[in-house]
């Protein structure tokens, strides 16, 4: 009798609940769902994360080719808009350098004359690099600050989905992986990318000091570092994600299997309406997957964009300037290029580690 009574107690409450997850809306299971420390992030950029989880989820926000191609094109433009200036001041001083000993010759004139314009070369390079490694720092912060954000929601309505034991599992994961990318490229890349730019300029100061090798040591360090890290996250992601998926497949079978046994009658509907909550969270996690890349890359589109602008441009003015004048700037600015490069690199890494982890919690 007790084990009847308590089978029929077991049933209503499945029966209620089951009617109240049909009952309820898609702004009610989103209103559940605790986007503060998303949106904390998106004023950083005036996102709204609320409304385009909205749209996202419902279907009214679609995502267009084209108008993200004419918005990164605004932010191109906004952000390389003295691009013509940055170019005119790097070739100006090896063209006067070059002007100059076509008039004297290569005298004692013309060897002052080129520690001046290697000066002044340098002076608006060490300004390009400067900020090149602000915006490097607070790109990789607003990425990290996500990731701390986005990962906890996702693993959230991953277990709300049935798949308990792989968000127990990459839970930890990932909040290591912000951690680590966090620290590696914060602490260790960027500040040997200021004492590489400071070797670099140093080293071309005199034909006498020798510091290319130091400063080659240095950004080889500094891509293995950034390969070791990519490497190591994804495979602790990968493989936690794969034991966890084997339990929790274990865990849903049991789980229907159950249901099915003790609810023979209705058994069926009980399942079903069951698959039918997890396929809503299944939906919003979506939702909320894409209103983090989303917002991750309305965060970092600009600097990575002028990183990449500025890399372009110091290249660009390395090979204009080597016909005129293969000089101490010029070796300068080609070295120079190769450290934003590594700049370019360490944001693109934290962006692609974020992107793929993301992905992999949205696929299972």
Do not use: H
């Amino acid at each position: 009798m007790k084990r009847f009574f308590a089978l029929a107690a077991l049933t209503l409450l499945l029966l209620l609940l089951c009617g109240g997850a049909r009952a309820q809306s898609l702004d009610d299971a989103l209103q559940a769902v605790d986007t503060s420390q998303l949106q904390a992030v998106g004023d950083e950029a005036g996102f709204d994360v609320g409304a385009t989880l909205k749209g996202l989820a419902s279907g009214e926000i679609r995502l267009d080719a084209n108008e993200a191609l004419r918005e990164i094109g605004r932010i191109a433009r906004e952000r390389l808009s003295a691009a013509g200036a940055w170019m005119l001041a790097l070739c100006l001083p090896s063209i006067v350098l070059a002007i100059l000993k076509r008039l004297t010759g290569d005298g004692a004139a013309a060897r002052a004359a080129g520690t001046v314009c290697y000066l002044a070369a340098a002076a608006v390079l060490v300004g390009l690099a400067v900020r090149s490694i602000d915006q490097a720092r607070q790109a990789v912060e607003l990425t990290v600050k996500l990731c701390d954000a986005l990962f906890p929601a996702l693993t959230a309505l991953l277990a709300a989905t049935g798949r308990a034991a792989t968000a127990a599992a990459l839970s930890p994961a990932a909040s290591l992986m912000g951690g680590l990318m966090g620290w590696g490229i914060e602490r260790l890349i960027l500040p040997l990318c200021a004492l590489c730019a400071s070797l670099i300029v140093a080293g071309n100061l005199t034909d006498g000091m020798k510091l290319s090798g130091m400063t080659g040591l240095i950004v080889s360090f500094c891509k293995w570092t950034l390969g070791l890290i990519s490497t190591v996250m994804m495979g602790v992601l990968s493989v936690q994600g794969l034991l966890g998926e084997g339990q929790d497949g274990a865990s849903i079978r049991t789980a229907k299997y159950a249901v099915d046994s003790l609810l023979p009658i209705i058994g069926g509907d009980v399942g079903d309406a069951l698959e039918l909550v997890g396929a809503n969270a299944t939906l919003i996690k979506g939702a909320v997957g894409a209103t983090g890349l989303l917002l991750l890359l309305a965060l970092t589109a600009g600097p990575m964009i002028e990183l990449a602008g500025v890399m372009f441009l110091t290249r660009m003015a390395a090979a204009v300037t080597e016909p005129i004048e293969a000089g101490r700037a010029q070796k300068m600015m080609a070295q120079f290029s190769e450290v934003l490069g590594l700049m370019v690199a360490s944001v693109a890494t934290s962006l692609l580690i974020t992107v793929l982890v993301a992905g992999a919690m949205l696929k299972l």
